[in-house]
């Protein structure tokens, strides 16, 4: 069984600060996503990365693959509010779209 | 274009109870997911569907779970008997065919008693 470990767990931060969210495995992956959940929601996708080294940008949001695609990182820069919520990395072992997840990230932006 | 359906939205049963949740996919997406997400983890993936035929299930508890999609199109995950570890959200979620990005639905959240 391949484990994607995240951390941290859990974060409470105030508004316009930065922060960065860590995605480990010893097993190696062909792809990685990052997704973001809200309450009474499904998780919803955010990026799909694939080559080692890539890092890829959604507005604020900077994603990193590792060389060896066995972990990754979600940076936040200047975070608002409306960024709360559960961050999900998920890896696909053989690029059969069968997903394991991490346990997650929780985050708070306080205004 | 509409979303991954499911229903019931909540459900709570007693434990030795059984239940049936319904996905309904996205519109021409051929594979078909369910993720059962413990409060406070990420989901786990119980079974994929490609169009009507089975992926994989390698870790959906076949003694008292069970899914099917006999069209192709919508699915059904059935626990019977239900267990109090198997309160939970579950979650249905669909993709245009393999190694394409997977569409979530708001899920179910079943409380056994």
């Known amino acids: 069984t391949q484990l994607l470990e995240q951390s941290p767990q859990f974060l409470s931060i105030q508004e316009g600060e930065n922060l960065t969210v860590y995605c480990n495995s010893s097993?190696?992956?062909?792809?990685l996503q990052w997704y973001r959940q809200e309450p009474g929601e499904g998780p919803v996708l955010l990026v799909t990365?694939?080559?080692?080294?890539e890092v890829k940008k959604l507005k604020r949001l900077t994603f990193q693959f590792g060389d060896a695609r066995k972990d990754s990182s979600l940076h936040i820069t200047a975070a608002q509010p409306g960024d709360t919520g559960l961050y999900l990395c998920?890896?696909?072992?053989?690029?059969?779209?069968?997903?394991?997840f991490g346990g997650g990230t929780r985050l708070m932006v306080k205004p | 274009e509409a979303g991954v359906a499911q229903s019931p939205r909540y459900k709570i049963i007693e434990k030795r109870q059984s239940v049936a949740f319904w996905c309904n996919p996205i519109?021409?997406?051929?594979?078909l997911y369910w993720y059962q997400q413990i409060l406070g983890q990420g989901p786990k993936l119980l079974i994929q569907?490609?169009?009507?035929?089975?992926?994989?299930d390698s870790q959906l508890p076949k003694d008292r779970f069970s899914a099917e999609r006999l069209k192709g199109v919508d699915s059904t995950l059935k626990i019977q008997p239900a267990k109090l570890e198997d309160s939970a959200v579950y979650l249905c979620?669909?993709?245009?065919?393999?190694?394409?990005?997977?569409?979530f639905g708001p899920g179910t959240r079943l409380t056994v008693l």
């Open positions: 998920a890896g696909d072992p053989n690029a059969g779209n069968m997903l394991t």
């Open positions: 569907f490609q169009n009507n035929g089975v992926v994989d």
């Open positions: 979620a669909s993709s245009g065919t393999l190694r394409v990005s997977q569409f």
């Open positions: 097993s190696v992956f062909s792809s």
């Open positions: 519109s021409g997406h051929a594979t």
């Open positions: 990365v694939v080559t080692g080294g």
